[in-house]
């Protein structure tokens, strides 16, 4: 069971219970404006099922976002393999998703910085990346408030969605070792 404290959360692996927190905010269209749509239950807990996956699959995954205070989850932040083909693949994305009603209070950025930590620290990953459409402008800000820099030449249309589907082109952004190594690393080996 991996776990890291922050001064507000705990990011831990999932449990069964969060599954139904995890499904509200999927369901939720102000959170999934960016990502494609709501999902339904069936549909959370297929996505559910893929972050086990890749947790078996990798060593490391999205984890649970829990406030240390409450003990409530309010989302999911995470290391993940990017899985389709770009220019910058292979490579380990951050990704997050919070429910609204922990918006604007900071968490996402609390979180994500811990996150890319354990990316360099534990993990030790030269390069780590991010990306979202260019109208998502609160996770732009997350990104570079954690110090992950706009690489305009990288920007791509992302290959799982169709061509004129209107979140079809992404922004990506880096994060480099804090030893300041350079370079794309390949995807952690596959257990």
Not at 128 to 136: K, R
């Amino acid at each position: 069971m991996i776990a890291i404290e922050t001064e507000r959360l705990r990011l831990r692996n999932w449990l069964p219970a969060d599954r139904g927190p995890f499904a509200r905010l999927n369901a939720d269209p102000r959170v999934m404006e960016f990502l494609g749509g709501v999902l339904s239950r069936a549909e959370s807990d297929t996505l559910a099922d893929r972050i086990e996956a890749h947790h078996r699959r990798h060593a490391f995954g999205w984890f649970a976002v829990e406030l240390r205070e409450t003990g409530a989850v309010i989302g999911g932040i995470g290391p993940l393999v990017v899985t389709f083909e770009a220019h910058f693949t292979p490579c380990v994305e951050i990704g997050w998703r919070l429910a609204f009603a922990y918006w604007g209070h900071g968490f996402a950025t609390e979180a994500a910085r811990a996150v890319l930590r354990y990316c360099d620290e534990t993990l030790r990953l030269r390069d780590v990346v991010a990306f979202t459409v260019p109208a998502n402008l609160r996770s732009r800000r997350v990104m570079e408030k954690i110090g992950m820099t706009h690489d305009p030449a990288g920007d791509f249309d992302h290959p799982n969605l169709p061509e004129g589907h209107p979140l079809r082109r992404h922004v990506l952004y880096r994060h480099y070792a804090a030893d300041g190594t350079e370079g794309m690393i390949t995807a952690p080996s596959k257990k």
